[in-house]
């Protein structure tokens, strides 16, 4: 089992940032490909961005390319999500996600097998 915890959330202002941390306990953090999906009120989960084990490898979903930056730290069995230039349009409650898996990072939600309780994220206009 992985237990995932996410922190970091809030309310900040359109235009600002924010820094979501997940941190991971059970098992060996670095044999797990990590990733964060978003859920907005009404619409269904979608995948923000994934980094596989080693941290080299990263995805991200287009409407977040060039301004969310996903990153590891195995030594403290945390991902972490820099979210800058924020948007309206990413308010949603952000769950962390992960998967025993060493290949390229997946952007599934069904290919995860661990995932945080979640943690909002709202952005003011």
């Known amino acids: 089992q992985v237990q995932l915890v996410e922190s970091g959330g809030g309310l900040v202002q359109a235009g600002g940032s924010l820094r979501l941390s997940c941190a991971a306990s059970?098992?060996?953090?670095?044999?797990?490909?990590m990733a964060w999906f978003r859920q907005a009120p009404g619409k269904e989960r979608e995948f923000v961005s994934a980094?596989?084990?080693?941290?080299?490898?990263?995805r991200y979903a287009d409407s977040v390319k060039d301004r969310f930056t996903i990153s590891r730290d195995n030594a403290k069995n945390t991902v972490y999500l820099q979210m800058n230039s924020l948007k309206s349009e990413d308010t949603a409650v952000y769950y962390c996600?992960?998967?025993?898996?060493?290949?390229?990072?997946?952007?599934?939600?069904?290919?995860?097998?661990?995932w945080g309780q979640g943690t909002q994220v709202t952005v003011s206009s």
């Open positions: 059970g098992r060996t953090f670095s044999n797990y490909a």
């Open positions: 980094i596989d084990w080693s941290g080299r490898n990263t």
């Open positions: 996600a992960g998967e025993f898996f060493l290949g390229s990072p997946r952007t599934q939600s069904s290919m995860y097998d661990y």
